[in-house]
């Protein structure tokens, strides 16, 4: 009987295990992860950009936002990208670091004009103000040239080096590339390792360049600056922008293409690197390296900054500076002496690069950040 019984109950049970599976909440993926099935990047992914896209919203960002971005027509597909490997014992600029008569001239009207901005910061921070006017000469004129490319797309390129098909295409072409006598083993070991450096430099820009456009309130698309990735006067990366900006102007927000602004934002990152008054020669230029790792960039700057006025922040008194004239060669001193020195060319000083003399090719940014040779972040 007790079995009959029992065996009635069976149906019973499993209608409640229905309903009881019915009933239970859906399984949903945790916070910041995205399944491989979200219709809302599929069509990122379908364009290449399955291995930045998934990543950036694992580490939060929004994913409309990102799905917003890399689907919008200005962000091109990505199809695979050959990066360079530094070669040894290689290393140095392109470019010599002698400093012409238009570069000073264009650094004083920069610290003439801008007089308050640069007087609050050296008094905010230390850092004499013809060394940040040295500065934002060399990057970008003064801010006549800061770059019509739109940021993001550079950024998004290099840290897809590490993308597994993106790889593999360059571990077969190094390795078919290889010289007699060169194990497969070794090139493959170091363009992994380019790899793994270029994600691990450049993802962490992309993920700023979404902070920077939500803090700046635009589209991250509409931030434009050079074709490497940096903008504004002081040519920041978006990472810089971040740890450095600096409201200038008491509007409560950070633009880096405004010239308040990006003056306290460079000497706020030069003194957070390390400069304070009294620092001695080799003290500078390990702060202007921090900056751009280039020798010839670093004696650019300082020799820039020492012709507005010494480096340690006084302007020359005009006895020094007519001794000082008196010392350059007669056909710079002539420039040098007349207050009608012409307007810098507007050709761009883009991106802390500047043409190599022929026969040399021209060393830029972009170059020395893919062969190895990267500076400011």
């Not at 990122?44 to 694992?58: E, M, N, P």
């Not at 739109?150 to 078919?176: F, G, H, I, K, Q």
């Amino acid at each position: 009987m007790r079995a009959r019984e029992r065996h009635d109950q069976r149906p019973w049970i499993a209608v409640a295990l229905l309903l009881l599976a019915a009933c239970a909440p859906t399984a949903r993926p945790a916070a910041g992860r995205t399944s491989a099935y979200d219709p809302s990047l599929q069509a990122a992914r379908a364009r290449g950009w399955a291995h930045l896209v998934d990543r950036l919203v694992a580490d939060g960002v929004d994913r409309r936002q990102v799905a917003r971005t890399f689907t919008d027509p200005r962000m091109p597909a990505f199809d695979g990208m050959e990066f360079r490997i530094p070669t040894p014992g290689r290393g140095g600029g392109g470019h010599g670091g002698g400093v012409s008569s238009a570069e000073v001239a264009g650094a004083r009207r920069c610290r003439a004009q801008y007089s308050r901005a640069f007087e609050e910061t050296e008094a905010r921070t230390g850092v004499p103000g013809n060394v940040i006017a040295a500065l934002i000469q060399v990057e970008t004129g003064c801010g006549r040239n800061t770059g019509t490319h739109r940021v993001l797309p550079a950024l998004a390129r290099l840290a897809m080096a590490n993308e597994p098909e993106n790889l593999s295409m360059n571990v077969e072409l190094r390795t078919r590339r290889a010289d007699d006598g060169e194990e497969a083993g070794d090139v493959a070991h170091r363009v992994k390792s380019r790899a793994h450096y270029l994600e691990k430099t450049f993802y962490p820009e992309v993920k700023a360049t979404f902070e920077a456009a939500r803090r700046m309130g635009v589209d991250p698309l509409d931030i434009r600056g050079s074709f490497a990735g940096a903008f504004g006067i002081p040519q920041f990366l978006p990472s810089s922008y971040l740890r450095f900006g600096r409201d200038g102007n008491g509007d409560g927000r950070v633009d880096l293409h405004d010239p308040e602004d990006a003056i306290a934002s460079c000497g706020n990152y030069l003194a957070s690197n390390g400069w304070r008054p009294g620092l001695d020669s080799d003290g500078r230029r390990k702060v202007i390296w921090s900056y751009n790792h280039s020798q010839a960039y670093v004696s650019k700057v300082l020799g820039i900054a020492a012709r507005v006025g010494d480096v340690d922040g006084e302007t020359r008194h005009p006895a020094e500076r007519r001794l000082q004239v008196a010392r350059l060669r007669p056909a710079e001193r002539a420039t040098d002496l007349d207050a009608r020195t012409p307007p810098v060319p507007t050709a761009a000083f883009d991106r802390r690069a500047w043409p190599a003399p022929p026969p040399r090719p021209p060393d830029t940014w972009y170059s020395r950040a893919v062969s190895g040779r990267l500076g400011r972040r």
